[in-house]
C-alpha cells in the first residue's frame, strides 16, 4: 500500500477536494508540535542556566565548618568556639572511607575575605586559599599556563602560587608569561607556578578567578596560623551517597572536638549533591509538564484530523462502498483511510517541528552572537532524541486520528453504500 501510486495520488485528490479543512486541520498539528519544541528548547535552556554552576564544583562533594556550641557537653558550656585542626586530616581518611577527597583550607581574613597582592608597581585585593591539591577535584577548573599544587609543594612547604586569570590580568602585561614571576603577599613573596580559569561564566567567572592558591602547610607557616583548618572540603566515592559522607564526617568531627551528638548547629555543613538532586528532580518534573502540556496541545490538532477524516469518509461513502463490493478488505479500506490520517498528522506536524527547532536554533544564535550572559538562560535547544521522540509521537498520534474514521468506513454495507447519493 505505501508503494502503490494510486494510493498517494487518491491521497492527494481527497485533500485537494477539502483545500480549507485540510490546511486549517494540519495548522493545529502543526502549531501543537510547534509549542511543543518551543518548550522543550526553552526548557532545556533553563536547565543548562541553572545547572551551570555545577560544571565548577564537584557534585558529590560536602563543605564542613565549626560554629559556636548550641549545648552544653562534658563540662562544656553553650556558645564554646571550637576549631578543626591538622590532626583531622588523617582521622578522617583513616575512619571515614568513603570519602575520596579531603581538602582541608584556609583563608586569609577568614571567609569572603580579600588581602592585597602586589608585584612591581601594580597591586589588587584578591582572595588567598592555603590549599591541598585535591581542591582540584572538588573545585573543578582548568589551567591555562603552568601547573596546579603538588604534594611535594606540600612537604616542602614551598612558596608558590596558583593564580587566577583576572589576577594574571591585574598584576601581568598582556601576553607576558607569569610563571617563574614572584607575588607579594602580606610581605612574604610566593612564587607563580601556574594560572586557572573558571568554568563559570561573566560576574561568576570574574570573582572565582580574583583568587591565589598555595600550599596549605606553606599558608600555615606563613601566616603563623599555627596547626588551624579554617574549612573541610569533602567528595565522595561515586558509589557512596554524599549525604552519608556529610552524616559521618560530621559526627566523627563533633565526637573528636567534644561537641554535643544532638547538636545539628555546632558544625555548619553544605552538600553540593542535595542541592543537584533538587535541581535535577525539578527539571525532570518541568520537562514531564511540558510534554503533557504539548501533547494536549497537539491532541486538539489530531481530534481535528480526526474529524475531518470522518467528514471525508461520510462524502466518499458510495466510493467506498463499490470498493467493497469489487472486492476490496476490510484492511485496505483502513490501512487507506490511516495512511490519509498519518500523511496529513505528519506532513503539517514536521513542518512544526522543523520550526520549532530552526525558531530555537535563531534565538541561540542570536544570544551567543550578541554575546548574553544570563545566569538563569543559555544555550537553548533540542536534542536530536528529542526530535525522533516528537516525529514518534506524530506518526502515533496520525494512526490513531485514522482508526474512528476506518473503523466507520468498514461498517458501509455496500449495497447501501451504492445506493446513497
Same mark, same amino acid.
Given at each position: 500500500?505505501?508503494?502503490?501510486?494510486?494510493?498517494? /495520488?487518491?491521497?492527494?485528490?481527497?485533500?485537494?477536494?477539502?483545500?480549507?479543512?485540510?490546511?486549517?486541520?494540519?495548522?493545529?498539528?502543526?502549531?501543537?508540535?510547534?509549542?511543543?519544541?518551543?518548550?522543550?528548547?526553552?526548557?532545556?535552556?533553563l536547565?543548562?542556566g541553572?545547572?551551570?554552576?555545577?560544571?565548577?564544583?564537584?557534585?558529590?562533594?560536602?563543605?564542613?565548618?565549626?560554629?559556636?556550641?548550641?549545648?552544653?557537653?562534658?563540662?562544656f558550656?553553650r556558645?564554646?568556639?571550637?576549631?578543626?585542626?591538622?590532626?583531622?586530616?588523617?582521622?578522617?581518611?583513616q575512619?571515614?572511607?568513603?570519602?575520596?577527597?579531603?581538602?582541608?583550607?584556609?583563608?586569609?581574613?577568614?571567609?569572603?575575605?580579600?588581602?592585597n597582592?602586589?608585584?612591581?608597581?601594580?597591586?589588587?585585593?584578591?582572595?588567598?586559599?592555603?590549599?591541598?591539591?585535591?581542591?582540584?577535584?572538588?573545585?573543578?577548573?582548568?589551567?591555562?599556563?603552568?601547573?596546579?599544587?603538588?604534594?611535594?609543594?606540600?612537604?616542602?612547604?614551598?612558596?608558590?602560587a596558583?593564580?587566577?586569570?583576572?589576577?594574571?590580568?591585574?598584576?601581568?602585561?598582556?601576553?607576558?608569561?607569569p610563571?617563574g614571576?614572584?607575588?607579594?603577599?602580606?610581605?612574604?613573596?610566593?612564587?607563580?607556578?601556574?594560572?586557572?580559569?573558571?568554568?563559570?561564566? $561573566?560576574?561568576?567567572?570574574?570573582?572565582e578567578?580574583?583568587t591565589?592558591?598555595?600550599?596549605?602547610?606553606?599558608?600555615?607557616?606563613?601566616?603563623n596560623?599555627?596547626?588551624?583548618?579554617?574549612?573541610?572540603?569533602?567528595?565522595?566515592?561515586?558509589d557512596?551517597?554524599?549525604?552519608?559522607v556529610?552524616?559521618?564526617a560530621?559526627?566523627?568531627?563533633?565526637?573528636?572536638?567534644?561537641?554535643?551528638?544532638?547538636?545539628?548547629?555546632?558544625?555548619?555543613?553544605?552538600?553540593?549533591?542535595?542541592?543537584?538532586?533538587?535541581?535535577?528532580?525539578?527539571?525532570?518534573r518541568?520537562?514531564?509538564?511540558?510534554?503533557?502540556?504539548?501533547?494536549?496541545?497537539?491532541?486538539?490538532?489530531?481530534?481535528?484530523?480526526?474529524?475531518?477524516?470522518?467528514?471525508?469518509?461520510?462524502?466518499r461513502? /458510495?466510493?467506498?462502498?463499490?470498493?467493497?463490493a469489487?472486492?476490496a478488505?476490510?484492511?485496505?479500506?483502513? $490501512?487507506?483511510?490511516?495512511?490519509?490520517?498519518?500523511?496529513?498528522?505528519?506532513?503539517? $506536524?514536521?513542518?512544526?517541528?522543523?520550526?520549532?527547532?530552526a525558531?530555537?536554533?535563531?534565538?541561540?544564535?542570536?544570544?551567543?552572537?550578541?554575546?548574553?550572559?544570563?545566569e538563569?538562560?543559555?544555550?537553548?535547544?533540542?536534542?536530536?532524541?528529542?526530535?525522533?521522540?516528537?516525529?514518534?509521537?506524530?506518526?502515533?498520534?496520525?494512526?490513531?486520528?485514522?482508526?474512528i474514521?476506518?473503523?466507520?468506513?468498514?461498517?458501509?454495507?455496500?449495497?447501501?453504500?451504492?445506493?446513497?447519493?
Open positions: 500500500m505505501l508503494f502503490d501510486q494510486d494510493n498517494w /495520488r487518491e491521497i492527494g485528490d481527497t485533500l485537494k477536494q477539502n483545500k480549507l479543512r485540510s490546511v486549517l486541520t494540519a495548522f493545529g498539528v502543526f502549531w501543537g508540535i510547534f509549542m511543543l519544541m518551543i518548550m522543550l528548547g526553552a526548557g532545556t535552556g536547565e543548562n541553572a545547572m551551570h554552576d555545577f560544571n565548577s564544583l564537584a557534585s558529590n562533594s560536602v563543605f564542613l565548618w565549626t560554629r559556636p556550641t548550641t549545648k552544653p557537653y562534658k563540662g558550656p556558645g564554646r568556639r571550637f576549631y578543626f585542626n591538622n590532626e583531622d586530616i588523617d582521622a578522617l581518611r575512619h571515614i572511607p568513603e570519602i575520596e577527597h579531603i581538602g582541608p583550607r584556609n583563608q586569609l581574613g577568614g571567609y569572603r575575605g580579600v588581602t597582592v602586589t608585584r612591581g608597581s601594580k597591586n589588587g585585593a584578591f582572595n588567598i586559599y592555603g590549599d591541598y591539591p585535591e581542591i582540584a577535584h572538588i573545585m573543578l577548573m582548568d589551567i591555562t599556563a603552568g601547573r596546579f599544587i603538588h604534594p611535594l609543594d606540600l612537604k616542602d612547604r614551598r612558596k608558590v596558583v593564580i587566577g586569570s583576572r589576577v594574571y590580568e591585574i598584576l601581568f602585561d598582556p601576553g607576558a608569561n610563571v614571576h614572584y607575588i607579594l603577599v602580606k610581605g612574604v613573596y610566593f612564587k607563580v607556578i601556574g594560572v586557572f580559569a573558571s568554568r563559570k561564566e $561573566g560576574d561568576e567567572a570574574a570573582e578567578t580574583q591565589v592558591f598555595i600550599p596549605f602547610t606553606t599558608f600555615q607557616q606563613a601566616f596560623t599555627g596547626n588551624l583548618v579554617g574549612w573541610f572540603s569533602l567528595t565522595s566515592r561515586q557512596v551517597p554524599a549525604s552519608a556529610e552524616k559521618k560530621a559526627a566523627f568531627l563533633g565526637a573528636r572536638h567534644q561537641v554535643a551528638p544532638d547538636d545539628v548547629h555546632a558544625i555548619g555543613r553544605w552538600n553540593a549533591e542535595k542541592d543537584f538532586r533538587k535541581m535535577t528532580n525539578l527539571f525532570a518541568l520537562r514531564a509538564l511540558t510534554w503533557f502540556v504539548g501533547i494536549c496541545t497537539l491532541m486538539a490538532g489530531v481530534i481535528g484530523v480526526s474529524n475531518i477524516m470522518l467528514y471525508i469518509v461520510k462524502e461513502t /458510495r466510493e467506498i462502498g463499490i470498493k467493497r469489487v472486492g478488505t476490510p484492511l485496505a479500506i483502513v $490501512g487507506q483511510i490511516v495512511l490519509e490520517s498519518v500523511v496529513l498528522t505528519t506532513a503539517s $506536524g514536521y513542518c512544526g517541528l522543523v520550526a520549532g527547532v525558531l530555537t536554533e535563531l534565538v541561540a544564535s542570536i544570544l551567543r552572537g550578541a554575546a548574553v550572559e544570563s538563569f538562560f543559555k544555550n537553548p535547544e533540542i536534542s536530536l532524541a528529542l526530535a525522533v521522540v516528537a516525529l514518534a509521537v506524530l506518526i502515533v498520534s496520525g494512526a490513531l486520528a485514522g482508526l474514521p476506518a473503523q466507520r468506513a468498514i461498517r458501509i454495507r455496500p449495497v447501501e453504500a451504492i445506493r446513497d447519493k
